[in-house]
């Protein structure tokens, strides 16, 4: 999925699903690409009344540690309760979780 195209029904249910298992909870949720993000892929989720950014590296990722978003989550969530300002971490999957069988997550 570039960053212009819709996000397909599929991969809605799938994030849609793995959110729901890891948030205990159910909700329908949005899924749309939003420009920036420097290299890493960013998308615009609506779940619940909330709107959250989703970032995963590239696809084709040209080092393995240059776009290393489970690091980034790592840090960003020992310091969540520190007064700074950051985004707050949500959740967090292993790289090979994939929303569908070709989209990783």
């Known amino acids: 999925m570039s960053r212009a195209e819709e996000a397909s ?14 948030l205990g909870d159910h909700a329908e949720l949005t899924l749309a690409p939003m420009l920036g993000g420097g290299s890493c892929e960013i998308f615009a989720v609506e779940r619940s009344g909330q709107r959250w950014v989703l970032r995963r590296a590239p696809r084709h990722a040209s080092s393995a540690t240059a776009h290393d978003v489970l ?13 700074v300002r950051i985004a707050r971490p949500i959740v967090t999957c292993p ?3 994939r929303i569908t069988s070709t989209v990783p997550l």
């Open 95 to 97: 790289l090979t979780r």
């Open 9 to 22: 029904q599929e991969e809605v249910a799938s994030l849609g699903g793995f959110l729901d298992e890891r």
């Open 71 to 83: 690091r980034e989550f790592r840090f960003l969530d020992a310091i969540k309760d520190q007064p």
